[in-house]
């Protein structure tokens, strides 16, 4: 079974700008989730997707969105982009919703803002 | 609301010795505990999780980790450190019977094993 995958793999934008990163899960997950990763803040949890239904928001700005596809593919999009958006955005997916399920995490898209 | 503390940010190990990474957890009903670990430029892997099962869990490449709620602890051991197991990890707790089901993930271990 392929993994999860994550497109791009790198990204460089400028302050203001905004971006959409894609999430494909593996074949037969329904729950995509999104984080942040920076050195300073250590893993975030953005929010998180069920079929097609946002299920978990974590604390971020109203600039942070995303949607799930029918498919269960899953965009994650940052508005108005600020310096301090520069992280490494990883993707999870896992069979169903619910914390005791194990996630299995995509390679990460790396945005840099300038 | 749950939250887990790595207790070092960093543990330096010779090859062949054992390995401790400590983790202290919080969490309002019954957690899932997870260890992930994530090599340089790459995705996190799990390596093991607790769901209320047995308090010994065994995960991959030899490492396990004994949850302990009267410590609220979970820590992963590996008898015998090897050079590939050097790496970052993350303690993770989730909370099972809440309505949140997001994940809280530690400040992250990094391991270093000298040759």
């Known amino acids: 079974k392929a993994g999860v995958t994550q497109t791009p793999r790198y990204l460089i934008k400028t302050r203001g700008q905004q971006v959409t990163l894609s999430c494909s899960p593996i074949s037969g997950h329904r729950s995509v989730s999104w984080y942040q990763q920076t050195p300073g803040q250590g893993l975030q949890f953005l929010f998180e997707y069920f079929s097609e239904t946002q299920r978990n928001k974590g604390n971020f700005p109203g600039r942070f969105s995303g949607r799930q596809f029918s498919n269960s593919r899953s965009e994650m999009n940052v508005s108005t982009l600020e310096l301090g958006d520069s992280a490494l955005y990883l993707c999870a997916s896992s069979l169903q919703t619910g914390g005791y399920n194990e996630q299995f995490f995509g390679p990460g898209t790396r945005l840099t803002v300038l | 609301a749950q939250s887990v503390t790595q207790l070092d940010s960093h543990v330096s190990v010779s090859e062949g010795t054992p390995v401790l990474l400590r983790c202290n957890y919080s969490s309002s009903y019954s957690p899932s505990l997870f260890w992930y670990v994530q090599h340089p430029n790459k995705g996190l892997q799990l390596l093991l999780k607790?769901?209320?099962?047995?308090?010994l869990v065994k995960g991959i490449n030899g490492f396990e980790a004994e949850f302990k709620k009267s410590e609220t602890s979970f820590h992963l051991t590996k008898p015998s450190a090897h050079m590939s197991d050097a790496a970052e990890y993350f303690c993770?707790?989730?909370?099972?019977?809440?309505?949140?089901?997001?994940?809280?993930f530690g400040a992250g271990t990094r391991l270093t094993v000298k040759p």
């Open positions: 607790y769901t209320s099962a047995a308090t």
């Open positions: 993770v707790v989730s909370d099972v019977g809440g309505n949140n089901n997001d994940m809280r």
